[in-house]
Nanobody, 117 residues
Framework: QVQLVESGGGLVQNGGSLRLSCAAS????????MRWYRQAPGRQREWVAQ???????AYADSVKGRFTISRDNAKNTVYLQMNSLKPEDTAVYSC???????????WGQGTQVTVSS
């Protein structure tokens, strides 16, 4: 059974920092590209960042320079370090696992991030 469990969300002031974690089980973690998405109320889900099994990273323009994605294959965990947070970063953040060899994608349940102005 595949599980992705996010943690680390919360309430933070404008300009603050949070680190999100997503712990995976039931997959060969190193073979999966891991992605973070977010969805604010009334808006479509938005891709935030991704990291391949080979540690290649990519970011949405809206978070570039403020967010850093990383992974620890020994712990089956992907992280999202979020600095200089803004109220517009407020959303439910979810992690996603995709295998480049095909097969289903997996999603976590999400964690709420709220940035107060």
């Amino acid at each position: 059974q595949v599980q992705l469990v996010e943690s680390g969300g919360g309430l933070v002031q404008n300009g603050g920092s949070l680190r999100l974690s997503c712990a995976a089980s039931g997959i060969i973690f190193s073979l999966y590209t891991m992605r973070w998405y977010r969805q604010a109320p009334g808006r479509q889900r938005e891709w935030v960042a991704q990291i391949t099994g080979g540690d290649r990273t990519a970011y949405a323009d809206s978070v570039k320079g403020r967010f850093t994605i990383s992974r620890d294959n020994a712990k089956n965990t992907v992280y999202l370090q979020m600095n200089s947070l803004k109220p517009e970063d407020t959303a439910v953040y979810s992690c996603n696992a995709v295998s480049l060899s095909g097969g289903p994608a997996y999603w976590g349940q999400g964690t709420q991030v709220t940035v107060s102005s």
